[in-house]
């Protein structure tokens, strides 16, 4: 803009024309001034465009008048109604500083308000789409393509526990060399499949109970986990109603859930062994991402390996390959085991 349309001192007029537009000064000279107004908050909650981030330099050179506005459109859906509130600004000041007319009236806001809310609505919904379908792809990876992936990679023998035989069909004669104890929440039936694959893998006798009540407070809610120790005293108490027992019987109790220790600093154990006859196993880690051939194969290495523990007293080995290999911290610890002793 020529200095010879400039009716007025162009620094004052600058400063009285926009600090009534919401602009404050940052830097002021002879021959500058720059002025700011809005702020990257209003760019993300307003929809008003005369909130949004603007810095206005208006420099004198020569008898040269220069304007520039910079207008941060950051966040913005639609600048549509931020250029057309910025070209105003400019006209205006040039009409308020030449006294060349009447100041035109602002761009309509509520037509502002309507585009960018609309604008900020589609953002929105893109995004909460977005992150439901990523949900949701999750949970299907998780639910159906993570087992089939692990039924691929874990290698080895699976155990089958759907034969339909009863322990009762297949049992041995004579006194029991293991019991299988469920708790309220273990399927018998899978724990009568578990003992008659035992028997006949071991060629010991091993029979089940009936499914046994769940010690009161056993359940810390807190956790979410069973507090193993609260199983001991009821597995002795119903070892000793049973008649078929000789002087090496064991007893595994079985839980559905997952169970921890007090005062070991695992957050879980797969099971544990309270004195040279009885032990407990808990199963909920052993269905992290498995099918029902890899849960079955996990919980029957689990339960053999504490009758290898009680019932034939063997130690810790190294041998990668061994059933009782040690430490087993985790599922894909449990899956390298093998089947055998």
């Known amino acids: 803009m020529p200095l010879s349309e400039v009716k007025c001192d162009w620094r004052q007029g600058a400063r009285i024309y926009f600090e009534k537009l919401g602009y404050k000064v940052a830097f002021e000279c002879d021959t500058q001034i720059i002025l700011r107004a809005g702020s990257r908050f209003g760019n993300i909650i307003s929809f008003n465009p005369e909130k949004i981030e603007r810095e206005l330099a208006i420099k004198q050179e020569n008898n040269t008048l220069y ?50 809310f609309l604008g900020q609505t589609k953002r929105i919904f893109k995004s909460v789409l977005g992150f439901v379908i990523l949900v949701a792809v999750v949970v299907l990876i998780r639910i159906y393509i993570m087992p089939e992936i692990n039924n691929l990679i874990v290698g080895g023998p699976r155990i089958n526990l759907n034969e339909g035989l009863s322990p009762v ?142 019932y034939y007293k063997k130690q810790p080995k190294s041998d990668a390959g061994s059933l009782m290999k040690s430490p087993v911290m985790s599922t894909k610890d449990l899956d390298r085991l093998g089947l055998e002793y």
């Open 169 to 310: 069909q297949r049992a041995r004669e004579g006194l029991a060399d293991v019991y299988l104890m469920p708790f309220y929440g273990f399927p018998e039936s899978l724990a009568g499949a578990i003992a008659v694959k035992l028997s006949e893998d071991l060629k010991i006798n091993v029979r089940t109970t009936n499914a046994l009540p769940i010690p009161e407070n056993s359940f810390d809610t807190n956790r979410q986990q069973y507090d193993a120790n609260a199983f001991y005293k009821p597995e002795i108490d119903a070892a000793c109603t049973l008649q078929d027992l000789g002087s090496n019987t064991v007893f595994i109790g079985l839980v559905r859930g997952s169970i921890f220790i007090k005062g070991v600093p695992q957050r879980f154990v797969f099971a544990c062994q309270f004195d040279p006859k009885f032990c407990l196993v808990g199963d909920n880690e052993m269905l992290f991402e498995a099918n029902e051939s890899l849960y079955h194969t996990r919980l029957y290495k689990m339960v053999k390996r504490q009758i290898g523990k009680a």
């Open 67 to 116: 304007c520039v506005l910079n207008v941060s459109l950051d966040f913005r859906t639609d600048p549509q109604a931020e250029i057309e509130y910025t070209i105003w600004e400019i006209d205006s000041f040039r009409i308020f500083l030449s006294g060349a007319g009447n100041i035109p009236p602002k761009p309509s806001i509520a037509k502002s308000l309507f585009i960018s």
